[in-house]
């Protein structure tokens, strides 16, 4: 069967999301909460400060993140929070689809269920808590309405989004869909200002409870719906922006029986070695080799390894790789994973990300130029879309919108001159 060389460019693009900014289209307030809560955005929403204090992130950077010490038994007892003036921008109607990200740490004295940003969830906004309720989770109300995360391990810091989408209201951990449901359908009104670390309620003297006993860290608003890949987007850039060790690019791209990986540093501080790591299926890896990094550096640093032992996969079509950079301190991260096909086959379709929000991410992979029909039912059979795209010779990466989609179940189905093949997805 005829081999081709092919190169990861979709892989790359989230490797390459690794380091990029988190979006700023839609974006209404930024705060980065470094030693204070000024919002770096153009609407200049920033916070009266009330004793919280700077703090470490997540890589232990100091003045680069907020703390609330509220460990008082008495849950109306708040010492430390602060508030935000009451702000248009900030006040979503109940059609105004929504973003919330940023990355928060609690103290593993639980005391009390901890506010973390309440924008009069209490009359119907939106708010974000966590509480212990059979473990520790995070909580996203909306409209009267709320969804529970998965446990959360309590010491850890977690980067959070909460999204409202068309009538959905979802939690992202960590870059990755946690749980979904629909919203309530109280009628929002906004009678007071925004609050980080605590909950808003006008009747309480002062008028809040249930402070956060934790830290608060990079926290965004948009006046959309982020999607998945930007959700991930916005982990990655929080994550990354605190190792010692900035990925630029990373690809992979096969020839005949080997893999060439080549990545890239802007600068490295502490770093000790790569680690190169290989899969069949995108859940179990293996390291397959290491290599030694700079140390330190505050210039471009390009790396290389070459994957000869790919034969031992017996047949796999897919290949996925990653790197687990470890620094000389003992830390640990991940890379997105970059991904080659063993082969090249008409109509071989993948979805790319599953499930999807705005847009259907496919790659099609074809043995020459030609043109193929992508048609999308829904679980009915019924066809509510339809596209006709030129392909070239291996591998195309293509998104079809599918914003105007319901929320469901359906079918992408591609069919090229040598057949036909069909794979579900799933709309959030």
Same mark, same amino acid.
């Given at each position: 069967m005829q081999k081709h060389l092919l190169t990861a460019t979709a892989a790359l693009c989230l490797a390459l999301a690794t380091i990029a900014q988190a979006p700023t289209t839609g974006l209404v307030a930024y705060w980065p909460m470094n030693g204070n809560f000024s919002d770096l955005s153009s609407t #200049? $929403? @920033? %916070?009266?400060?009330f004793s919280a204090t700077a703090t470490t992130n997540n890589a232990g950077a100091v003045n680069t993140a907020m703390n609330f010490t509220n460990a008082n038994a008495d849950p109306l007892l708040v010492n430390q929070y602060a508030t935000l003036p009451i702000n248009a921008a900030l006040n979503f109607s109940g059609t105004q689809n929504f973003t919330v990200c940023f990355a928060f740490y609690t103290n593993p004295a639980y005391v009390h &269920? #901890? %506010?973390?940003f309440d924008n009069n969830l209490n009359y119907g906004g939106y708010g974000i808590w966590w509480?212990?309720?059979g473990g520790y989770r995070l909580q996203f109300n909306y409209r009267n309405n709320s969804i529970a995360s998965n446990v959360i391990t309590l010491g850890t810091w977690v980067h959070a989004t909460a999204v409202r989408n068309n009538g959905t209201i979802s939690i992202y951990l960590n870059g990755v869909l946690n749980n979904s449901t629909t919203e309530g359908t109280q009628t929002p009104s906004y009678p007071g200002g925004s609050r980080f670390g605590t909950f808003y309620y006008s009747s309480? =003297? &002062?008028p809040h409870y249930n402070g956060h006993n934790g830290?608060?860290?990079e926290m965004r608003i948009y006046n959309r719906a982020l999607t998945a890949a930007e959700i991930t987007q916005t982990y990655n850039a929080w994550f990354n922006a605190a190792l010692p060790v900035q990925l630029t690019s990373f690809t992979a791209t096969k020839s005949n029986n080997t893999v060439l990986l080549n990545w890239q540093t802007q600068y490295e501080q502490n770093s @000790?070695?790569?680690n190169v790591q290989r899969s069949s299926n995108g859940v179990n890896f293996t390291t397959i080799? @290491? $290599?030694? =990094?700079?140390g330190t550096a505050n210039a471009a640093t390009d790396y290389s390894f070459t994957d000869n032992t790919i034969a031992a996969l017996n047949g796999a079509k897919t290949i996925y790789y990653r790197l687990q950079q470890a620094d000389k301190d003992g830390r640990t991260a991940l890379s997105s994973i970059v991904t080659v096909k063993s082969e090249t086959t008409d109509g071989l379709l993948t979805v790319m990300q599953n499930p999807a929000v705005n847009e259907l991410r496919l790659q099609i992979a074809v043995k020459q130029q030609q043109q193929v029909q992508l048609v999308i039912t829904n679980a009915q059979g019924q066809q509510v879309s339809t596209n006709q795209l030129t392909l070239q010779q291996g591998a195309t990466y293509t998104a079809l919108p599918i914003h105007q989609l319901a929320a469901g179940a359906y079918y992408v189905t591609v069919t090229t001159p040598a057949g036909k093949q069909t794979t579900s997805f799933i709309k959030q």
């Open positions: #200049g $929403v @920033s %916070g009266t400060n &269920p #901890g %506010g973390l509480w212990n309720n309480y =003297s &002062p830290k608060l860290d @000790s070695h790569f080799g @290491s $290599v030694q =990094s700079a």
